[in-house]
Every structure is written in C-alpha cells, then in structure tokens.
C-alpha cells in the first residue's frame, strides 16, 4: 500500500519482510525468500518500488566465487518479486548505492582489488548493461562504501584504510570522489587529513541540504563534519567528536559503524558497535566495549554537531541500522548471537531487531526487540526500512 512502510532483513542468503507500524513501533515477521548467495547490501531506487540487493558466496577479505546485484520489484504490501536475472559482478560488493536519478547502481568492492562497478537501470527498474570504465582511477587501500553526491553528478568511495600490524605499517584512509557522466567515473578529489594516517572512515551520509556530510570514524571511533559545495568536499573537517559514551577507555573490537542523518536534518545517528569475546566450554562471551547509539544535534548554521544521548542498542554489533522516511522510528540490527554474564548466570543474547522511537526532541527511547533466528555462522548483514510509493 502506497505509504506504508516495511523493513528487511537479510540472514546470510535469506530476506524476510516484516510488517511495520510506525505508530505502535512493532514489526510482524512476514515470509522469507531466498536470494541467490548471502546478502551483502540493499538499496531502493529512488522513485520506483524496486529494491537492489547484492550478494556473494565468499564475505570480508575471501575471493568470492561468485557475486550479484539483483532488482526485486515490491509489490502494494512489500513483497519481493524477483525483476529480470540476478547480474554477475566481478567480485564481492562490500557496498552499493543507487544515483539519485535512479540511472544508475553502484557496487564498491574492496577484496581482492579495490573498485567501483556501474550497471545502469533500465525505465522499468530491471538492471541493464554494464558501463565499462574507459578511464583508469585510483580507488584506494581498502573501500567500505560507495555514495553519490546529492547532485548525482558524482560519486565518494569511502576508503577506510587500515591499522598498522605486527606484518605491515599503517594504510591510511581517505574519501576519494568521481566524477559521474553517464556512468563513467574520473578521479576528482581526495580528501585525507594528516595524509590520511589516523583516519579510517567507514560510513558517510550527507546532510539534506547538500552542504555537509558527517563520515563516521570506524578505526579512531569518531565522528567527521565536513563542508561541501558544488561536489568538492573542504579538506579540513569542520569537527571531529568522539562517538564513544567513554572515549578514554580501550577495549577490543570497538568500531564505529553507519551513521545516518535525521530525514529533517536537524540529528544524526551513529552506531558503536563491539563483540569482543573469550571463549567459555565452547560459548562465545562477551567481554567489554559499547554497543549503542550516539545522537548529535547539528548546528543549523554551521553544519556542526553537538552529543546529546548514548542509548544501548541492547544487542552486540549493530551493523546496520534505518529510519523510517517521516522520521519517527528507527531500528537497529545486530549480526549474531553472543553471550553475556548476568551475576553467575550465562545468558545467549540472540541476533536482534531493536526498535526505538524518535522524539520531536531528537533523543530515542528504546521500545522493544525481536529475536532473529541464525544458525551456525549465519549473520543478519543487512537490515532495513523501506517505505512504498
């Protein structure tokens, strides 16, 4: 139905569509269908009831043997339909993205090389022929997302670079912008403050205006504002806060995840996500870190953001997260199972969908969760919501 809003989540090779009411803040599990290897990540066009999804059969840093973008038309109550054959790619997407005109979809790839691949839409939504590349570009150490800017006239691979190793020196990080004619990149710009050593962004989203973007920091746990205008980005940020509740202590694996900003500009949302653990006779416990959501009110005049909330996810490793396009909801996946210490007790907290609602004030209030089913290795990679036009 025109308007109403749905959410999926993706377990491994499997998508469930869940009915939503935004009002009440609940979710009705629906059916599952099965996709043709594990979801990597998933995007609407812009104007169509069509939603793209890539997988591959291999995850992070493994050749995959084989990998796809697929079109699913959604039907008035959200159901995926498939919309023509499932697209070979070159090699896993780690990321993609739909340019604001619907034209075109961009898939980033980071292993075994680092690149973007291009398909263009056709007017129905079905995915056409590939744009091949006629000009050579730099696309980094190690990309973690694709975005266009709001002018669809370019495009920002977002280079999160790596820590130093007891094997190898620091890979710095970088935002690396194209631009974008008719489905052909050139290299535009590179912004990397301090050379890009200490900087390791992840996720980025631009403010509704267009004039600035906020990059969370994935290996400082941190999050950037930067000024942008007409496609260039201003080298130096406006300001760099800390995402964490306690930014001085140290724990391990403790990565800031995706942002995303308030539909009406006024807020942005980080995810601090950490899964750290031992194991116990065969059980994975947790051990320390934050698994939460930092809230920042943005300056209106200067772009610049403010901390105002931290809330537990109450779920472990939050990778992705969405909300709903009027801006009252929003809900947050965590990948898989982990246990915990309760007193003398173990406790398995399950794969999750946390839902919280978003006050006029800004601020989330936590309302409730469902536990998702996974099994063995499986992982909720991708989550979210959707509203039908």
């Known amino acids: 139905m025109k308007g109403s809003v749905v959410l999926y989540s993706a377990v491994d090779d499997r998508i469930t569509r869940y009915r939503v009411d935004v009002d009440a803040g609940t979710l009705e599990r629906q059916e599952t269908i099965q996709a043709p290897a594990r979801v990597q990540y998933a995007w609407r066009h812009p104007s169509l009831n069509v939603l793209y999804v890539t997988t591959s059969s291999a995850g992070p840093h493994t050749k995959s043997e084989f990998s796809h973008v697929s079109a699913y038309r959604m039907a008035d109550d959200g159901r995926l339909i498939p919309l023509g054959a499932p697209k070979r790619l070159p090699d896993r997407a780690v990321h993609m993205c739909v340019d604001p005109k619907g034209r075109h979809i961009l898939s980033a790839h980071n292993y075994p090389e680092s690149g973007i691949t291009i398909d263009r839409i056709e007017a129905d939504g079905s995915i056409g022929d590939r744009v091949e590349q006629t000009a050579s ?81 994935e290996r400082t746990n941190s999050l950037h504002t930067f000024r942008v205008e007409n496609d260039f980005i201003d080298p130096r940020p406006l300001s760099t806060l800390p995402s964490l509740q306690e930014p001085g202590r140290t724990h391990s ?137």
């Open 253 to 389: 694996r403790q990565l800031a995840g995706p942002i995303h900003v308030h539909p009406n500009g006024r807020w942005v949302y980080l995810a601090n996500r950490a899964d750290g653990h031992v194991d116990r006779d065969g059980v994975r416990v947790f051990t320390s870190g934050e698994n939460n959501l930092a809230v920042y009110e943005i300056d209106p005049e200067t772009g610049v953001p403010s901390l105002r909330q931290h809330i537990d996810t109450e779920s472990f490793h939050v990778r992705t997260f969405s909300c709903d396009p009027t801006g009252r909801l929003l809900v947050a996946a965590s990948v898989k199972p982990l246990g915990m210490k309760v007193g003398e007790k173990l406790e398995i907290v399950p794969a999750t969908l946390s839902v919280f609602r978003i006050r006029d004030s800004g601020r989330i209030e936590f309302i409730r969760k469902y536990d998702v089913p996974t099994e063995g290795s499986q992982l909720q990679y991708w989550s979210g919501l959707v509203a039908l036009q």
């Open 137 to 217: 570009a730099d696309f980094g150490i190690y990309p973690h997302q694709v975005m266009t800017f709001p002018s669809g006239e370019a495009a920002l691979l977002i280079d999160r670079g790596n820590n130093a190793t007891s094997e190898r020196s620091e890979q710095p990080g970088a935002l690396r912008s194209y631009t974008l004619d008719e489905g052909q990149l050139a290299a535009h710009e590179v912004i990397a403050p301090n050379g890009g050593f200490g900087f390791g962004p992840r996720h980025i989203d631009f403010h509704p205006s267009g004039k600035w973007l906020y990059a969370s920091d």
